[in-house]
């Protein structure tokens, strides 16, 4: 891993973008609610208008990628379909209609007689976006950012460079037609500047990386700005023995291959021993018929399960159309597994036992715990919170799907009369710790 002294001290050009960034969020973060809403939903109306621009310079990058020969699951993010655009510009507008996360009073307490404290909630400031192939993640970073009063900066995998530069000038667009001040994104295009980025500190208050294990590990270990992320999506999926077999099926089908380059799609199908051979019965062809590797412990092996696991295939993310299989002797084992070999993203048991299915949801340490849904639900949009700005696996808050509520932090307000400590010390006044 690369010292953090390797780390690019950032030029000129890159002070100057990051010193008008820090004053956009200032001046965003003086914004009213209808300002902010305003702004998003000019926003989404000119991703609306330059949709074709944005779709043809996407066409563009997925080629130049194929023949780069990147990834299928790379290129699965990378591409954005009409569907998907349209998706996200719906998920501008949503996060627009969402309550105003700003200014939100936590706490307002009279330590005594005029003198009231208040906890109000306020933007974090700048934000340091780093991810891979996802274009679409652009718009809702940017969104997120805007309505909650920050100002972000964004460097996206150089294999979306075309696709993210059409969104942001049109995200600009929007901003500049809002009167908010369009230095509130910033996107960052080389690899260089991205490495500089780390070494902001005086700009940026936090980094959150979408990516690989091995970027956001190497962001973690080469920065003082703290960071919001997670590695892995190694998510679990537990069959029971008290199941409903074609809801297991369903559910178990669609955690894998509804969208198998998300970091909340299953890799590792954990299934009770009673359960297995019935399951598998009828699983195996599903399974095959939309083109899945199954590899398998040996007894699912012997169950017909085609290719046998190995100890690093219960430690790998695939983001891609293969499923680890285990076949457990209970619930403890299930559990035990996970407990031993889960990325804390999300994990999920199927059963109509509901006391085993708050054993599981009670004793599972991720930041989603599911029981008879698709671990796919692991989602900001699905969660409602209009979009998501990445998801957090550490377990301090905040923690899952990190919307509105992870970008912003809070601050005390105290206004008195001329009060002094020393009033209090001598027993001259004494305090209430009267909540309103």
Excluded at 166 to 181: F, P, W, Y
Excluded at 218 to 246: K, M, S
Excluded at 283 to 289: D, E, G, L, T
Excluded at 311 to 333: G, H
Aim: glycine share 6%.
């Amino acid at each position: 891993m690369t010292d953090i002294f390797e780390v690019p001290t950032p030029d000129n050009e890159l002070l100057e973008k990051a010193k008008q960034l820090r004053l956009a969020s200032i001046k965003t973060s003086q914004t009213n609610n209808d300002d902010r809403i305003r702004a998003l939903n000019l926003m989404a109306d000119y991703l609306e208008k330059n949709s074709k621009e944005i779709i043809e310079a996407n066409i563009e990058d997925y080629k130049k990628a194929e023949i780069k020969g990147i990834s299928k699951s790379l290129l699965s993010r990378l591409k954005l379909s009409k569907e998907k655009l349209n998706l996200g510009i719906e998920g501008v507008r949503q996060v627009g209609n969402l309550i105003d996360p700003v200014g939100q009073i936590q706490i307002k307490r009279e330590l005594s007689k005029g003198l009231i404290l208040e906890r109000k909630t306020v933007p974090i400031g700048v934000l340091g976006v780093i991810f891979e192939s996802r274009p679409d993640a652009v718009m809702q970073i940017s969104s997120l950012a805007i309505r909650s009063g920050n100002g972000v900066m964004l460097k996206g995998g150089s294999e979306a460079n075309l696709t993210n530069l059409a969104i942001v000038s049109a995200l600009k667009e929007g901003l500049q037609d809002s009167n908010l001040d369009e230095n509130a994104i910033c996107l960052l295009t080389s690899r260089k500047d991205s490495m500089a980025m780390l070494n902001l500190e005086k700009y940026i208050n936090l980094i959150i990386p979408r990516g690989s294990n091995e970027l956001v590990k190497f962001i973690q270990e080469n920065t003082e700005i703290p960071v919001l992320g997670h590695a892995d999506g190694i998510c679990h999926l537990y069959i029971d023995n008290e199941v409903n077999l074609d809801m297991a099926l369903k559910v178990a089908l669609d955690s894998k291959i509804q969208y198998p380059a998300a970091c909340n799609a299953v890799e590792t199908l954990l299934i009770h021993k009673d359960t297995a051979s019935e399951f598998l019965n009828k699983a195996i062809p599903m399974f095959n018929s939309n083109d899945v590797k199954l590899i398998g412990d040996k007894k699912s092996f012997q169950l017909g399960v085609a290719f046998e696991a190995n100890y690093a295939d219960w430690q790998t993310e695939y983001l891609d159309l293969i499923l680890s299989i285990k076949i457990v002797n209970d619930l403890e084992e299930a559990i035990a597994h996970i407990q031993k070999f889960s990325s804390k993203h999300t994990d999920g048991i199927i059963t109509e036992n509901i006391s085993n299915a708050n054993k599981f949801m009670s004793e599972i340490d991720s930041s989603g715990v599911f029981h008879n849904c698709s671990t796919r639900f692991a989602d900001g949009f699905r969660y409602g919170f209009g979009a998501e700005v990445g998801i957090s696996t550490q377990t301090l808050p905040p923690r899952g799907p990190v919307g509105l509520e992870g970008l912003v932090t809070y601050k005390y307000f105290l206004r008195g009369e001329g009060h002094v400590v020393d009033d209090f010390s001598s027993g001259k006044l004494i305090y209430s710790h009267k909540d309103f």
